[in-house]
T-cell receptor
């Protein structure tokens, strides 16, 4: 069975400082992993995805994530936080259920950015 | 514009009063899903559909029904809503063999 664990429910950073949102995954086979972002009162937007190509994945808005099989991790980073990055972030693994590609979500990490 | 639409966006209702949340996509996707989002739990899949007339239960199907009579539409039906179904609901669609699901804007449901 596939699962993801987001290690922090809340992260608070100052504008201009680095962002690190941590995610560990569990999968019995090579996983497909995603990060989605949800801004307040908005829907979900795909930030980036890993599908067994390059282990360092670049996404939108300056975010990137590194797939580390030995650590079963897929942490999301950004070198310099912006106020507009304040949102909830979800780490997601693709599961297989009856041939359908199901998304399995972590509990979410709420990122606050302070001036 | 490629999109997934949901209606209504906000709904307040009372226990036991049947309701339907509509979902429509204009991308000709075969796959559609419903999720609910609750604080501290992320999103959990309620039902999914792999094509017209093909639906199956997700992780939390109790108290919900769906139908897929047309490819573009996937309504979520609550026959007798209860307060524990107060949540934020998302519809999503995708194509087979792709990794990206497209999400609707969400429907915030409150059951009193």
């Amino acid at each position: 069975a596939q699962s993801v664990t987001q290690l922090d429910s809340h992260v608070s950073v100052s504008e201009g400082t680095p962002v690190l949102l941590r995610c560990n995954y569990s999968s019995s086979y090579s996983p497909s992993l995603f990060w989605y972002v949800q801004h307040p009162n908005k829907g979900l937007q795909l930030l980036l995805k890993y599908t067994s190509a390059a282990t360092l994945v670049k996404g939108i808005n300056g975010f990137e994530a590194e797939f580390k099989k030995s650590e079963t991790s897929f942490h999301l980073t950004k070198p310099s936080a912006h106020m507009s990055d304040a949102a909830e972030y979800f780490c997601v693994v693709r599961g297989i259920s009856g041939g359908y590609n199901k998304l399995i979500f972590g509990a979410g990490t709420r990122l606050a950015v302070h001036p | 514009e490629a999109q997934v639409t949901q209606n209504p966006r906000y709904l307040i209702t009372v226990t036991g009063k049947k309701l339907t949340v509509t979902c429509s996509q204009n991308m000709n996707h075969e796959y559609m899903s419903w999720y609910r989002q609750d604080p501290g739990l992320g999103l959990r899949q309620i039902y999914y559909s792999m094509n017209v007339e093909v639906t199956d239960k997700g992780d939390v199907p109790e108290g919900y029904k769906v139908s897929r009579k047309e490819k573009r539409n996937f309504p979520l039906i609550l026959e007798s809503p209860s307060p524990n179904q107060t949540s934020l609901y998302f519809c999503a669609s995708s194509s087979p063999g792709t990794d990206t699901q497209y999400f609707g804007p969400g429907t915030r449901l409150t059951v009193l």
